[in-house]
C-alpha cells in the first residue's frame, strides 16, 4: 500500500498511512512534535550536557524524526555525547519513506547511529536489557488503531526497560495511556501540548 506524502505546518515532511487510516505526526508539526513532545519533554538537552553517553529507546521509529532531532539537540549543547538509540519498529517501508523526509546527512547520522530492530516491538523489547535507557520515545499509532501496544502488558515491558528516573514521552492524553504507565509504576506529569488542547502523558520512572 502506497502512503501518502504530507506537509506539516512547520515545513517538515511526513506522511499518512493507508493501512491505519492515520497520519505519522500532527499537522502542526513533524519536526516541532518530535522536538517538544519527544526531545524536550524527555529532557534530552540537559541529559546530554552532564553525560558522557546517552541510551535512548525509540519505540515506533517511523520516519525517524525522534532520533534524528535527539541527536542533534544531544550534540548542540554537548558535541562529544556518545548517543546509542535501539529504534524498534516493524514496516521495512518506513525506510524508503524516510528518505523523502530527511536531507541525506541526517539519513546517514540515523543510519550510523541507530540499531534497528525490525519485528513486532512487543516481541522485540524483550531482547533489550532492563532499566538501561535515559529516555523512551513511545510513538505508536493511536490506540484506537493501533491498542496492541497501548496494552497495560506491553506498557509494562517498555517502563521496564527505562533507567529510574527516566522519561516516557507520548502525544496521548488518553486514559489507557494514562492508567498503563500508572499501573506500570510511573508518575504522570503532562507533556508539551504542541498545538493541541491538552499535553500527551508525559511518564516519569519512580
Ligand atoms: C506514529 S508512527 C511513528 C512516528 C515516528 N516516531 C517518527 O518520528 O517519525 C508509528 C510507527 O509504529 C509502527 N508500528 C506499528 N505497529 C508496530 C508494532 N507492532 N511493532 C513495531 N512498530 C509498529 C508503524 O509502522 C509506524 O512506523
Redo the contacts with the bound molecule.
Keep these: 500500500m502506497i502512503n501518502e506524502q504530507i506537509k506539516t505546518k512547520d515545513g517538515s515532511i511526513s506522511f499518512f498511512n493507508k493501512q491505519y487510516q492515520e497520519a505519522?505526526?500532527s499537522y502542526h508539526g513533524a519536526y516541532t512534535e518530535?522536538l517538544e513532545k519527544h526531545v524536550q519533554a524527555c529532557e534530552i538537552p540537559s541529559l546530554s550536557k552532564n553525560t558522557q553517553k546517552l541510551e535512548i529507546l525509540d519505540l515506533?521509529?517511523?520516519?525517524?524524526?525522534?532520533s534524528l532531532v535527539c541527536i542533534k539537540e544531544a550534540r548542540k549543547v554537548n558535541p562529544n555525547v556518545e548517543i546509542k538509540i535501539d529504534a524498534?519498529?516493524?514496516?521495512p517501508e518506513?525506510f524508503s519513506m524516510m528518505k523523502e523526509c530527511h536531507d541525506l546527512n541526517s539519513i546517514k547520522l540515523l543510519e550510523n547511529i541507530c540499531i534497528f530492530h525490525i519485528g513486532?516491538?512487543?516481541v522485540k523489547i524483550l531482547e533489550l536489557k532492563n532499566n538501561s535507557f535515559d529516555a523512551i520515545?513511545f510513538?505508536?499509532?493511536s490506540p484506537k488503531v493501533?491498542p496492541?501496544?497501548w496494552h497495560e502488558d506491553f506498557i509494562k515491558d517498555v517502563v521496564s526497560k527505562a533507567k529510574q528516573g527516566a522519561y516516557i514521552s507520548t502525544y496521548s492524553s488518553s486514559r489507557v495511556a494514562k492508567d498503563g504507565f500508572l499501573k506500570a509504576g510511573c508518575e504522570i506529569l503532562e507533556g508539551p501540548k504542541c498545538g493541541r488542547k491538552t499535553g500527551g502523558v508525559l511518564a516519569r520512572k519512580i
Design positions: 505519522y505526526h518530535a515506533c521509529f517511523g520516519l525517524g524524526y525522534n524498534l519498529e516493524n514496516d518506513v513486532d516491538a512487543r520515545f510513538d505508536p499509532f493501533c496492541e501496544l
